[in-house]
C-alpha cells in the first residue's frame, strides 16, 4: 500500500494541514501505518501536483500561514480504486522477533529487557486506543454508536489496533514468564 492511500483514507475525516495529518497519524492511523512527518509532506506535495488533493491558504496572525488539504473528486476516485482491489498479506518485520529467536546464543537479559519495553510500550498503545475508543463513543453503546455514526471505518481500524497491542501484550507476558521459569530451572 501506498503512503498516499492512508492520505486519503485520513482525509476523509475532512480538510486538514501537514501538521494536522501528522498528528492524525500518530493518533488513529498509526495502528496501520507509519509515516515520518518528511515523508508525508513529500507526498502531499505529490498527490496535490496528481491532482488527487487540493490546498488552500489559511491566513493566520500569530503563526505562519498554513495549507490545508482537501480531497478531490480524482482523489475520492483513487481511495474508491483502492478499496475494490485485494490487500496483500502483512509481512512482519520485527527486529525484536529475531532477538528473541536467537537469545539462546545471545544476551538473555537483554532480550528480556527489550520484551519487557515493547510491553509497557504496548500498554501505553492500548491504553491512548482505549482514550480514542471513549472519545469516539462519546458515552454511547457500541451499538447505538454503530448505528448512529456517518463512518464505521475508523471505529473498525481502532478495533484492530486494540486487538494487535492485546496479542503483543499477551505474547510479551507469556514470553516473560517462559524466560522467567527456564532461568529458575537453568543451573
Known amino acids: 500500500m501506498a503512503l498516499r492511500n492512508a492520505v486519503l483514507a485520513t482525509l476523509l475525516e475532512g480538510e486538514a494541514s501537514g501538521y494536522d495529518l501528522a498528528k492524525g497519524f500518530d493518533a488513529s492511523v498509526a495502528n496501520f501505518w507509519m509515516a515520518t512527518p518528511q515523508q508525508l509532506y513529500r507526498e502531499l506535495d505529490r498527490m496535490e501536483s496528481e491532482g488527487l488533493i487540493e490546498a488552500r ?6 503563526r505562519p500561514n498554513k495549507r490545508v488539504f482537501s480531497l ?4 475520492l ?3 474508491a480504486s483502492f478499496t475494490s ?6 509481512a512482519i518485520r520485527d ?3 529475531v532477538k528473541v529467536y536467537a537469545l539462546d546464543i545471545g544476551d538473555a537479559d537483554a532480550v528480556r529487557v527489550a520484551i519487557t519495553e515493547r510491553l509497557e510500550w504496548s500498554r501505553a498503545k492500548l491504553a491512548h486506543y482505549e482514550r480514542i475508543g471513549a472519545r469516539l463513543l462519546d458515552g454511547r453503546t ?5 448505528a448512529e ?3 464505521v471505518g475508523p471505529y473498525l481500524t481502532l478495533l484492530g489496533g486494540r486487538a494487535f497491542e492485546q496479542a503483543i501484550i499477551d505474547w510479551a507476558e507469556r514470553a516473560l ?5 527456564r532461568t529458575a530451572v537453568t543451573p
Not at 491558504?57 to 500569530?62: A, K, S, Y
Not at 482491489?85 to 502483512?90: D, S
Not at 457500541?142 to 454503530?146: I, T
Not at 514468564?177 to 521459569?181: K, P
Request: glycine letters at 8%; zero cysteines.
Open 142 to 146: 457500541e451499538d447505538r454508536y454503530l
Open 77 to 79: 476516485e483513487a481511495l
Open 72 to 75: 478531490t473528486g480524482a482523489g
Open 57 to 62: 491558504l489559511v491566513e493566520q496572525e500569530r
Open 95 to 97: 527486529e525484536l522477533m
Open 177 to 181: 514468564r517462559v524466560l522467567e521459569r
Open 85 to 90: 482491489g485485494p490487500a496483500r498479506p502483512v
Open 149 to 151: 455514526a456517518e463512518r
